[in-house]
């Protein structure tokens, strides 16, 4: 998943996925203190999170804590895809939100809640056979402008992953910039594929959300979702070989396809 820019693969995404839906069968459900929609995107744990994240601060503004909390992972000694949650801070309560099974109260005193693995370790329980990796929070330290640009939502597009970069791209814009970038890959088929992702800012740095993977954040030049340029060589970083990038909710020259391009 979402951890220190480590390739996700397919099989460890069905792991997770199957240790999740266990998970859900046998959670106690709790009472929310608030009403949240989920985008119900494909690999979206930490978009969701964020999401969330902007939700909880529309509501009760930016001075109340909030954070995302990220892990990688491990199941029986084997590295499978990492996750993300919020966390907040609610009428002397800390609680976690987890888009898998919802809001849950912790039982951790609001004067350790920066203790990350002593927070982690009730949410985590709710996976059975997975040991958290390096878990950490991330957060923006200011707000940022809306996206003037929103992009349309691609509801009925053949291929999914342009529903659920646009879905993400919509909400997330409501509070950041984003740029919602199309662009092609050959399969492991030989065959030439197309997909989107949403780029987009958050805890100072440029994440991108891959529909079939999950979200990666980069530590790039410029911190701005329209450098087209800077972002080939980290989209090739999740899709080998990925070229003509362009973007579908600003107006582009032309696609990037290994030219220079701002």
């Not at 030989?190 to 100072?204: D, E, L, P, R």
Request: glycine content about 8%.
């Amino acid at each position: 998943m979402e951890n220190a820019m480590n390739r996700i693969s397919r099989i460890s995404l069905v792991v997770l996925f199957a240790l999740s839906v266990q998970g859900r069968a046998s959670a106690a459900r709790v009472k929310p203190p608030f009403a949240h929609e989920t985008l119900g995107v494909g690999n979206g744990c930490f978009v969701e999170s964020v999401c969330f994240y902007d939700h909880y601060q529309e509501i009760f503004g930016a001075d109340p804590w909030v954070r995302v909390l990220q892990w990688g992972a491990k199941e029986n000694e084997e590295t499978v895809a990492g996750h993300a949650v919020a966390v907040f801070e609610l009428r002397g309560q800390l609680w976690s939100w987890d888009v898998n099974f919802g809001f849950l109260p912790l039982e951790v005193p609001l004067d350790f809640r920066g203790d990350v693995a002593r927070v982690a370790a009730p949410i985590v329980a709710r996976y059975p056979g997975i040991v958290p990796q390096y878990p950490l929070y991330r957060y923006d330290s200011a707000p940022q402008q809306p996206e003037a640009h929103l992009p349309e939502v691609l509801v009925t597009h053949e291929v999914t992953a342009f529903r659920d970069a646009t879905l993400a791209g919509a909400r997330l814009g409501a509070h950041r910039p984003v740029n919602v970038v199309q662009f092609s890959y050959v399969d492991g088929t030989g065959t030439t594929q197309q997909s989107a992702a949403t780029v987009f800012i958050f805890n100072g740095k440029v994440c991108v959300y891959f529909p079939e993977y999950g979200t990666y954040p980069f530590i790039l030049l410029h911190v701005t979702v329209l450098n087209l340029r800077q972002l080939q060589p980290a989209f090739r970083r999740v899709y080998p070989g990925a070229f003509d990038l362009k973007s579908l909710n600003y107006p582009e020259p032309a696609p990037v396809n290994g030219a220079a391009q701002n």
